[in-house]
């Protein structure tokens, strides 16, 4: 038999070797060398040899080349028994330097072995090149051979368990830093799905929902129950569900949260990943990913998951907290019924606008207006009716002024507007097309078409103090009810 074919039938047997079992259930171990026998003897001698119930899957290379092309495509090599000498002198020590510094591959182990150790002394060779052991071939008995193959697929699982949780805990950071700097609970969900996703590198499809304690602004959730609050992928239109087990279609789903919930652990079933998040502020949170890649979790991704979902507790307790803090503080400065800013509110934005004004002589507008005949809109037609007049005249002052601005509800039926760089000619014209515009366009109360006009003052004498010109709006005001109403009066 020619040297090329007994290439092609080692080449052949391992082949079919492969495709007989799972690759990826198997060690793979290359073999470079240009002697045949080497390949025929060393493939006898590992054949049967199993290490933690996995055998091994032998690759064959006959040149530097060959193995170059081969490592450029697989990285899940464990272990190279290389040869020194094969198309060059050196060929072998010039791969290793092509493994480690080019494809930067440190996990590999590199087993030396050559049949003239003249031509690379050992001494040098472990001092100048990054291999992991050195033998010449007459010296590598088979026990020999089966011991440094142990040692180095051993060395080379923990190099790559050393990797993979390197790399995952980065990729947590990478991805959880993002969630502390968001501000709204659905947009930190969403969030926390998309970065779980590609932590777990597979396609977003899942949801996160939370059980709350108390109610939460801008959440549509009584307390105690839970909400879905981000969902995608298959789960998406399961946005707002309260995963009741006789409306959610995803029967497995819910049982599979409700059981992380109930047992206050993540739980890892049928292709499913359930991460419990315990944060505070909240009874119990989870957080749900389906996929193919999610039958694949091994205990060192759990390791890792329990940690992000550790990371996702602080930023969802990070943005629960900051959410009531905005609400906290829309409450003290917003009128609850309107939007508009209150009276508190005006009067600490107006402080520095007219303060403002008043040293620079720039032209001010201070304006109080209030709905005509408001009371009788109450007695007639029910407080009820009266609250939407008020939301009308709100979302039009809201919509006809400037962000710079300021617009306020003072109380009962009367608002306010401070309104910047304004002489007293565009002032009567913005103030009073107002009062037209709000005059033509009838409010429908009790199923009849009723006419809503206000009474406006204005005050552009800008004083020292943002109280004297309201108190002086406040006057005209008074004088534009007693010419007749639904009218401006300015100074």
Same mark, same amino acid.
């Given at each position: ?37 080497? &390949?025929?003897?060393?493939? *006898? ?63 590999? =182990? ?14 040098? #060779? ?27 697929? =051993? ?8 990797? =993979? ?15 502390? $700097? ?12 998309? =970065? ?13 929902? #939370? ?38 279609? &995803?029967?497995?789903? #819910? ?44 205990? $060192? ?71 005509? &005949? ?83 003052? #204005? ?9 004297? *010109? ?22």
């Amino acid at each position: 038999m020619t040297e090329e074919k007994k290439r092609l039938k080692l080449k052949s047997s391992g082949d079919a070797k492969a495709v007989s079992t799972a690759p990826e259930r198997k060690w793979r171990v290359l073999v470079v060398d240009d002697d045949v026998e080497v &390949h025929a003897v060393t493939r *006898m001698i590992l054949g049967k040899l199993r290490f933690k119930g996995r055998g091994i899957e032998i690759l064959d290379a006959f040149s530097a080349a060959e193995a170059k092309e081969l490592l450029e495509r697989e990285r899940t090599i464990a272990v190279i028994l290389l040869d020194v000498v094969m198309e060059t002198e050196d060929a072998g020590l010039q791969l290793v330097r092509m493994i480690r510094d080019k494809l930067g591959n440190r996990a590999v =182990r590199i087993i030396l072995r050559t049949g003239q150790p003249g031509q690379a002394p050992e001494e040098q #060779v472990i001092m100048d090149y990054d291999i992991n052991d050195y033998k010449a071939k007459s010296e590598l008995t088979a026990q020999k051979l089966f011991t440094s193959v142990i040692a180095a697929l =051993r060395s080379w699982e923990t190099i790559v368990s050393l990797e =993979r949780t390197e790399a995952g805990l980065t990729r947590i950071l990478d991805s959880t830093g993002t969630l502390f $700097q968001v501000s709204s609970l659905q947009q930190f969900a969403s969030g926390v799905l998309t =970065r779980l996703a590609i932590f777990l590198e597979c396609q977003p499809s899942g949801i996160m929902c #939370v059980q709350f304690d108390t109610p939460v602004p801008g959440v549509d959730a009584a307390p105690c129950s839970l909400r879905v609050l981000a969902s995608t992928g298959v789960c998406a239109s399961c946005v707002g569900c309260a995963l009741q087990p006789e409306v959610c279609q &995803h029967q497995v789903m #819910v049982d599979l949260i409700k059981k992380g919930l109930t047992e206050r652990c993540n739980q890892y079933v049928d292709g499913y990943t359930v991460l419990f998040i315990d944060a505070d502020g909240v009874l119990g949170a989870a957080v749900l990913m389906h996929g193919e890649r999610c039958a694949r979790v091994d205990e $060192q991704d759990r390791k890792l998951l329990a940690l992000f979902a550790s990371k996702v507790s602080l930023g969802l307790a990070n943005t629960l907290h900051y959410q009531k803090m905005i609400t906290a503080e829309a409450a003290a400065s917003t009128d609850f019924l309107t939007g508009l800013n209150n009276r508190r509110q005006l009067l600490r934005l107006g402080v520095s606008l007219v303060a403002n004004a008043w040293r620079s002589g720039s032209p001010l507008a201070v304006a109080m207006l209030d709905i005509d &005949h408001f009371k009788r809109i109450n007695d007639t037609w029910g407080h009820d009716a009266g609250d939407e007049v008020l939301k009308r005249v709100a979302e039009k002052l809201a919509t006809r002024f400037r962000r710079s601005d300021v617009v306020a509800r003072m109380g009962g039926e009367e608002f306010c507007v401070i309104a910047t760089n304004l002489t007293t000619g565009a002032a009567y014209e913005l103030f009073n097309g107002f009062c037209q515009t709000l005059a033509a366009e009838p409010v429908s109360l009790g199923g009849q078409e009723v006419r809503i006009t206000i009474s406006i003052g #204005v005050t552009t004498r800008v004083a020292d103090h943002i109280d004297t *010109m309201i108190t002086a709006a406040d006057a005209l005001l008074y004088r534009a009810k007693q010419e007749g109403r639904n009218r401006v009066v300015i100074e």
